[in-house]
């Protein structure tokens, strides 16, 4: 079964940046759809991004198209989101996710233990 940490998190002013890392441990890593979701304080989970498995096709949610990056290692094993212009609604837990959230069939499936992002000055 395919294990996920997730690093890279923590408090930053707005309009900073941070890059958040996932590494899945298995085989199966490079043939996996994958995602990055977030919740804010108080709220349910949301998704973020989405990069398939040769990091041809990206999608993001509108709220963070044009701030945030994902972006794949396949010989490391690992799935990058880069956060830039950072706004204080983007605090929230951040956590790499195995598969497509957008598709609910994926909701059972990994999820790494998740990375606090905390945006305020």
């Known amino acids: 079964e395919v294990q996920l940490v997730d690093s890279g998190g923590g408090l930053v002013q707005p309009g900073g940046s941070l890059r958040l890392s996932c590494v899945a441990s298995?085989?199966?890593?490079?043939?996996?759809?994958m995602s990055w979701v977030r919740q804010p304080p108080g709220k349910e989970l949301e998704w973020v991004a989405t990069?398939?498995?040769?990091?041809?096709?990206?999608d993001y949610v509108d709220s963070v198209r044009g701030r945030f990056t994902i972006a794949r290692d396949n010989d490391k094993n690992t799935v990058y989101l880069q956060l830039n212009s950072l706004k204080t609604e983007d605090t929230a837990m951040y956590y790499c996710?195995?598969?497509?959230?957008?598709?609910?069939?994926?909701?059972?499936?990994?999820r790494g233990q998740g990375t606090q992002v905390t945006v305020s000055s």
């Open positions: 996710h195995r598969g497509d959230f957008r598709n609910e069939a994926t909701w059972n499936l990994p």
């Open positions: 298995g085989a199966l890593f490079r043939s996996e759809v």
């Open positions: 990069i398939d498995q040769n990091s041809f096709n990206t």
